[in-house]
Nanobody, 124 residues
Framework: QVQLVESGGGLVQAGGSLRLSCAAS????????MGWFRQAPGKEREVVAT????????YYVDSVKGRFTISRDNAKNTVDLQMNSLKPEDTAVYYC?????????????????WGQGTQVNVSS
């Protein structure tokens, strides 16, 4: 089992920055990949960024490339999402997710473990 707790959400003006953090506990040494997903009202949950815990290989959805950075700290069992140049369309609940298995990491349905989510609001 893995437990995930997100922090760092809030309200920011367009063009501003926020840093989200996800703290993992439990079988952290067995985590294969972690991801950040978001869900806006009335929309499906979508991938934002993912990172493989052993290699550090990252993936970003096109809409956040060049603005967001995902990083990991294996010693602290944390995965952060640095979000710069935020836009109103980035407004959503952001979720951290983890998988112990090799999966197609962009699909939310493939993740077994989820945090409770943190709200990000970007005002125009």
């Amino acid at each position: 089992q893995v437990q995930l707790v997100e922090s760092g959400g809030g309200l920011v003006q367009a063009g501003g920055s926020l840093r989200l953090s996800c703290a993992a506990s439990g079988r952290t040494g067995s985590i294969y990949v972690m991801g950040w997903f978001r869900q806006a009202p009335g929309k499906e949950r979508e991938v934002v960024a993912t990172i493989r815990m052993t290699t550090g290989t990252t993936y970003y959805v096109d809409s956040v490339k060049g603005r967001f950075t995902i990083s990991r700290d294996n010693a602290k069992n944390t995965v952060d999402l640095q979000m710069n140049s935020l836009k109103p369309e980035d407004t959503a609940v952001y979720y951290c997710a983890a998988s112990l298995r090799y999966i197609r990491a962009t699909m939310p349905g493939n993740y077994a473990y989820w945090g409770q989510g943190t709200q990000v609001n970007v005002s125009s």
